[in-house]
């Protein structure tokens, strides 16, 4: 399976921008990128996800390098509620399994 | 739409006992997961479902662990009888099927604590 890494943790002030990088230099031409996140003693969350192209929703944007070995979370103007752990996965088109690693614990300061 | 709902929200019961989680994912979704957090082992899947018959179910622990969906708009994680080490937070999730063209909805959890 292509495993992603991330940072342990990242810090940012709230109303900034927040970047979050995922790396995945194994990825498989038909690997989904997607994001999920943590709250505190919530269940995680589904962010966004991608294939190729560059993707915006309500929660966030996901830009992902042209040779898709890396992409990056972009959350374009934090509030507190965004400090939660994010998880980076990959999935195979018919994979149902999400495998959730140790994600990047983002803290945001006001 | 409410969300996928998971009762109870904590649990305390003995060892041994019987313990009863439930999940109503939402309506239309013909994937269910159930997923176990521990700060050991993670986010782990134990169980996945399609159109209520079980697809994966190598994650369940041991015999003492089982799932069912009677139906569409229910499911139940069962575990009898209950050992101090099931205790984490049990996670329900659904998703419209197991593609990955499509998030998953999870619920707030059942923490559980076999004492």
């Known amino acids: 399976d292509a495993k992603t890494t991330q940072p342990n943790s990242m810090e940012s002030n709230e109303e900034e921008p927040v970047h979050l990088p995922c790396n995945h230099s194994t990825i498989s031409g038909t690997d989904y990128i997607h994001w999920y996140r943590q709250l505190p003693s919530q269940g995680p969350e589904y962010v966004i996800h991608g294939l190729t192209s560059n993707v915006n929703n309500r929660m966030a944007s996901l830009a992902i390098a042209e040779d898709r070995k890396s992409s990056t979370l972009i959350l374009h103007r934090a509030t507190l509620r965004d400090a939660a752990v994010y998880y980076c996965?990959?999935?195979?088109?018919?994979?149902?399994?999400?495998?959730f690693g140790a994600g990047t614990t983002v803290t945001v300061r006001a | 739409d409410a969300g996928v709902i998971q009762s109870p929200r904590h649990e305390v019961t003995e060892m041994g006992q019987e313990v009863t989680l439930r999940c109503k994912p939402i309506?239309?979704?013909?994937?269910l997961f159930w997923y176990r957090q521990t700060m050991m082992r993670g986010l782990e899947l134990l169980i996945y479902s399609n159109n209520n018959v079980p697809i994966d179910d190598s994650g369940m622990p041991e015999d003492r662990f089982s799932a069912k969906m009677p139906n569409a708009s229910f499911s139940t994680l069962k575990i009898q009888p209950s050992e101090p080490r099931d205790s984490a937070v049990y996670f329900c999730?659904?998703?419209?099927?197991?593609?990955?063209?499509?998030?998953?909805?999870f619920g707030s959890g059942t923490r559980l604590t076999v004492v």
């Open positions: 996965i990959l999935r195979l088109p018919n994979d149902y399994k999400l495998s």
């Open positions: 309506s239309g979704h013909n994937s």
């Open positions: 999730a659904s998703s419209p099927t197991g593609g990955a063209g499509y998030g998953y909805t």
